[in-house]
């Protein structure tokens, strides 16, 4: 089944890299909402391919083509980054709606959900589990040494206070002794009467009983007729498809098996590798040694026959020795050199389009190849890996370290023995040329902590309360309908505030996949830094935390207020932000949270918060994002609830994405009331009206919604549900304490945004001035006097 799955993904990756590349180029786009439209059209078809692999890749059991899916799986989430880039880029918004497209392609908007790839955590390497169960001991020993520093309290009392609460405890025992007694004296009196009065008080307790047996069971059919008409008719869901079927936990148990037999089999792969690798040592190894050695030699002499000189050593960037191996004559390797330093001294902006097009052309090649192999598997049942295939693939490893060695040695002995007669000098180690790069070397980050080990440093951040244990809570956890009014709202030009479902989608592209897979992280559009910005309790923290759950990475923690008082002095703050990098590193993927992040670009400083200084960070903290490469993955997440406050320049200069996370619609509450109540003990019965609560609950965050539950579903009320359902009045009261987020907060936030980079983009697109180029210079002021 997950065969013919992977070719049916297979096929379609494969028309849609002939639909991107055809063969004759297609005239430029120039309506933006055409071009749009076919944006947003393959970003759906690759999601659901991205979806169907990652499916196969979970439950496939062979090895060596969950490595090749892999690769796949790789490219294609890179696709689909690639994609958002260019969908941001064109509809200037970080949030799409294509409510159209998902209707031309008869989808749910299930279909559009960004999965999370499940090998994040399960292929998670042994150091990385190591360092985690590092983490967890120093945690534990700063808790343990916390608590025995702190002596015990001694709580004093004066006399009076504790004669009162003595008084109290005896008047309650007293008062429960007389409810005893008054509860026995009426059960006597009751026994009493009905031993005076006779037949009658039978025949009236009887016709009691019977009235009530009879308004009874009248009641439970009129129920049941009103449950099987709702059904009837499609308004409510039959009982019997609320608790999965059979067939559903079959289907659990037969893929956790399948989970248990594909890790069997990868564990045999990798012993079966290290074996066969040091038969081929030992049995090919001196054979391939001396061919290596035989091309060098060969290779220079050709080189020397053909242009009447000795060449130069192929530099490193151009595939160093590695072109040598390559089967072409000494002319085409000089002369493919030659172009390769032309095309690079040539080709600076122009270059980037071409680049980009050659990389999707390779890519499609590349993926042809592999859909065009083919193998017959009739005999291997168990799926298990095929010898001769990883025979080839351990030879090439071996050759590729052989040929590095037989270079190493060639070179040692044309550069240490110059003067003997069957080693000439053949080339020199100056060979580059002055016009190929412009040659000031960047300066390297000096090691501040050099003599330390990384156990020492992490042991300092935990106690400094810079690096944490991230909550346990998944992204899923973060409730939120779709935005089902959003292509509607767009096409009337009003501007659609996102849903907590959109805000999901934008941080599972933007943090989990680059920080999950190390490839996606270096071949997709690099992102440093997001900015989540939005009222209190709209889950910014929890968002955070979340990321760092689902691709195992460290949290560190340089918010203002942790970081106050914490290493003073110009000195301290670089050690402190270089030991936070350094580790963030090591222990990668790694998140550097920021929390109130708008304190640290504060136009103002308020008077009770100049003793923090929490502007410190601001000028260092840019420096070392600026030294965040693509291999590291590592992502700086700020959040801030009142960015307002903050110069919006510098702020926007650090953070090159920002989500604007507004207040919960009424699909996002509905959902949010019924699963927080149900996770918290509570039944949703038909007496709890969750759309007069939803309804009513407009302008409360999630936040509100949780401290709201957790007050009314308490131990006590959950025992009494069954006699006493829950009803939707119980949490007005509640609710009403708390002050909810008003349009008019929404609306400065938004205005806000409008005033970030992207959002002035979308207001000129909007207004249709985005063509206009800005006046500079003498122009401007000129402009400016008239």
């Not at 830094?529 to 889950?539: E, S, Y």
């Amino acid at each position: 089944m997950y065969n013919q799955m992977w070719t049916d993904a297979m096929a379609e990756l494969s028309h849609l890299l002939t639909e991107e590349l055809p063969a004759e180029p297609r005239r430029p786009e120039k309506d933006r909402v055409v071009f749009f439209q076919h944006l947003a059209m393959l970003y759906v078809r690759y999601i659901q391919i991205f979806r169907t692999l990652e499916t196969v890749y979970d439950l496939v059991v062979h090895p060596q083509k969950r490595r090749v899916i892999r690769l796949l799986l790789d490219g294609v989430m890179g696709r689909v980054l690639e994609l958002k880039n260019e969908m941001v880029e064109k509809e200037f918004s970080e949030y799409h709606y294509m409510d159209d497209v998902i209707f031309d392609l008869k989808l749910t908007p299930a279909d559009l959900e960004i999965p999370i790839p499940r090998f994040f955590l399960h292929e998670c390497s042994k150091e990385v589990q190591e360092r985690k169960t590092m983490l967890t001991d120093i945690l534990k020993m700063v808790e343990i040494t916390e608590s025995s520093e702190k002596p015990f309290k001694v709580i004093y009392m004066k006399q009076e206070e504790a004669i009162k609460i003595i008084q109290m405890a005896e008047r309650a025992r007293q008062g429960r002794l007389r409810a005893k007694l008054n509860e026995k004296s009426i059960n006597m009196n009751r026994m009493y009467k009905t031993k005076d009065s006779g037949a009658a008080v039978a025949e009236m307790a009887a016709t009691c009983i019977q009235k009530m047996w009879r308004g009874y069971l009248q009641r439970k059919r009129t129920k049941i007729a009103r449950e099987e008409e709702m059904i009837f008719l499609g308004m409510a869901m039959d009982p019997k498809y609320l608790m999965p079927c059979p067939a559903e936990v079959t289907a659990d148990a037969i893929d956790d098996s399948t989970r248990l037999k594909r890790d069997a089999h990868e564990e045999i792969f990798q012993k079966a590798a290290v074996t066969i690798t040091k038969e081929l040592r030992d049995t090919e190894g001196r054979d391939m040694s001396e061919t290596k050695k035989g091309q060098i030699r060969q290779w220079f002499f050709e080189c020397r026959n053909t242009t009447g000189a000795f060449p130069d050593y192929p530099d490193v960037e151009d595939g160093g020795s590695a072109l040598i191996f390559v089967e072409k004559n000494p002319q085409q390797l000089l002369e493919e050199i030659a172009a390769k330093e032309e095309e690079d001294a040539n080709s600076k902006p122009k270059g980037k389009e071409d680049k980009k097009a050659k990389g999707k052309k390779n890519k499609g090649k590349d993926e042809k190849e592999v859909i065009k192999k083919r193998r017959n598997e009739s005999g291997n049942f168990n799926q298990r890996h095929e010898v001769e295939l990883l025979k080839e693939e351990m030879r090439k490893t071996i050759q590729a370290e052989i040929q590095v060695q037989v270079w190493l040695l060639v070179e040692q002995k044309t550069f240490h023995k110059p003067n003997l007669p069957s080693c000439p000098v053949l080339f020199s180690r100056t060979s580059k040329k002055k016009g190929s790069k412009s040659g000031k070397k960047k300066k390297k980050e000096k090691d501040l902590t050099a003599d330390r080990t990384v156990e020492s440093l992490c042991k300092e951040l935990v106690e400094q309360g810079l690096l944490k244990q991230p909550n346990n809570v998944r992204l899923q956890d973060y409730l939120g309908d779709y935005n089902y009014l959003g292509t509607t709202l767009r096409q009337n030009d009003i501007e659609p505030m996102p849903s907590l479902s959109d805000v999901r989608q934008v941080l599972a592209l933007y943090a989990v996949l680059p920080l999950g897979s190390q490839a996606v992280h270096e071949k997709a559009p690099l992102i440093k830094a997001i900015l989540l910005a939005g009222p209190a309790g709209v889950g910014k923290k929890m968002l955070v935390h979340a990321v760092c759950q689902e691709t195992g990475a460290s949290l560190f923690d340089l918010s203002p207020l942790n970081t106050a008082g914490k290493y003073p002095g110009k000195s301290g703050l670089a050690l402190m932000l270089h030991m936070v990098f350094k580790v963030a590193r090591l222990l990668q993927p790694s998140v550097i949270w920021i929390g109130d992040a708008e304190k640290m670009f504060y136009k103002k400083v308020p008077k009770e918060e100049k003793e923090l200084d929490p502007k410190r960070l601001k000028k260092d903290l840019p420096k070392f994002l600026k030294l965040i490469k693509g291999e590291d993955r590592v992502l700086i997440i700020g959040t801030t609830k009142d960015p307002l406050c903050a110069d919006i320049k510098p702020l926007c200069k650090m953070y090159s994405k920002i989500i604007l996370i507004p207040r919960p619609d009424y699909g996002s509450r509905h959902i949010l009331w019924k699963k927080l109540i149900k996770s918290h003990g509570g039944e949703v019965t038909k007496a709890l009206d969750l759309s007069s609560l939803a309804k009513i609950s407009d302008g409360y965050t999630p936040g509100h919604i949780v401290q709201v539950i957790q007050s009314v579903i308490t131990k006590r009320r959950i025992l009494q549900q069954a006699n006493r359902p829950i009803t939707a009045a119980e949490f007005v009261a509640p609710l009403a304490k708390y002050d909810p987020v008003f349009q008019e907060e929404e609306e400065a936030l938004k205005n806000w945004y409008g005033k970030t980079p992207l959002g002035k983009k979308r207001i000129k697109a909007a207004t249709g001035k985005e063509d206009e180029a800005p006046v500079k210079g003498k122009n401007a002021k000129k402009k400016g006097k008239k």
